[in-house]
């Protein structure tokens, strides 16, 4: 297995879009074997993403935490860290969202509560992440086994907050949370649910995170230390404050997303699967289709949300289980991870 030289620029481009291609023509024969036409079933996943006022504004709503973790995966891939752990990251800003709302500031104005909500949860994400982050800077243990156990975590805290101390005294013994003061509501643009702060918030880090990467020493270093960690250590660059910074950054990032779903769709906490239907996953896919560019995965992320929103509509028109869209999803990261094998590498047989 020997390394290409450096491919040009419009193969980096085309390999992406062969890649989901590829993806799309495997789920079609699939799809065809049982009995289900596969151009028809496509049509009807474009038209119920983008055809319609209602569904270009769900698309949006799912593209807003798809972006936020997007962005920061792509920071921390970067730097060659692996984390895996943005749905956990995600959770937690959720929960700290919720105790912001709830119990810390429960009569607070939105003026106050709303920011104070992001600044919480933002920090909640970036601790999570933190955790992996130190275990891998000081005692080599694997990113991508912590940040992934770690999901699991979270998931069960969320479930004993609900099923006990923060189960709603009116919500009737089911496993919510109260619903949040109104205050705590964030602003929807109207006849949608779309929530607006964290639309602008989550535009607003794909252009920080490229910014971070390509225009400051901080940046610099993630990228040296992503390519080469020995000659980043022979420049004399630490390795710990780029994972830890990195890892900071990229769990903070997701944890915003919590947030946004929980002040500005649910307005509660709920069972784990309600508030994330796997953003933390699907965001791999964001950051790999977008090749680790911050501004691409704008695109890459609006695409992913499309296919969550397109998913919804086929099943119901074709009464298909929820793991299609799963099956779509997995079958695009193996190619997107297959082209990015054929793009860097070749095989030679001696």
């Known amino acids: 297995m020997e390394k290409k030289e450096a491919p040009p620029k419009w193969m980096e481009v085309l390999v992406p879009l ?39 504004s769900y698309t949006i709503v799912k593209t807003i935490p798809l972006l936020l973790c997007g962005a920061g995966l792509v920071l921390a891939f970067k730097a060659n860290i692996w984390n895996i752990g943005a749905e956990g990251q995600l959770l937690m800003g959720a929960v700290a969202a919720t105790w912001v709302a709830l119990y810390a500031m429960p009569s607070a104005p939105s003026y106050l509560v709303i920011p104070a909500m992001f600044a919480f949860g933002f920090i909640a994400g970036a601790l999570w992440g933190l955790v992996p982050g130190y275990l891998k800077s000081k005692l080599a243990v694997n990113e991508i086994i912590t940040t992934l156990m770690m999901n699991y975590i979270a998931i069960k805290l969320v479930e004993y907050l609900i099923y006990g101390p923060w189960r709603g005294e009116e919500e009737w013994g089911f496993p919510i949370t109260d619903k949040f003061p109104e205050a705590a509501w964030l602003p929807r643009i109207p006849g949608t649910s779309v929530h607006i702060p964290t639309l602008i918030l989550a535009l607003l880090s794909a252009a920080l995170v490229y910014l971070l990467l390509y225009k400051t020493k901080v940046g610099y270093e993630a990228r040296v230390y992503g390519s080469n960690p020995e000659a980043a250590r022979y420049a004399g660059i630490s390795s710990e404050k780029v ?3 990195v ?3 990229s769990g903070g990032l997701a944890g915003l997303a919590g947030v946004g779903e ?17 953003y933390g996953f699907a965001a791999i896919i964001v950051a790999f289709l977008a090749r ?6 704008i695109i890459s992320a609006i695409f992913l949300g499309g296919l969550f929103v397109g998913g919804d509509a086929v099943q119901m028109a074709f009464g298909l289980p929820v793991g299609v869209v799963n099956m779509f999803n997995g ?10 094998f054929a793009l860097k590498y070749r095989v030679r047989v001696k």
């Not at 079958?331 to 990015?340: D, I, N, T, Y």
């Open 292 to 297: 680790l560019n911050p501004l691409a995965a």
């Open 247 to 249: 890892m900071a950054i």
């Open 262 to 278: 929980v002040a500005g769709i649910h307005r509660r906490l709920r069972y784990p699967w309600s508030i994330s239907c796997g």
């Open 243 to 245: 994972i830890l910074l």
């Open 18 to 56: 062969v890649s989901v291609a590829s993806a799309l023509l495997i789920a079609g024969f699939f799809l065809a074997l049982q009995g289900i036409p596969p151009l028809e079933l496509y049509s009807k996943m474009l038209a119920g993403s983008f055809a319609s006022y209602h569904g270009i």
């Open 331 to 340: 079958l695009m990261l193996l190619c997107l991870v297959s082209g990015e």
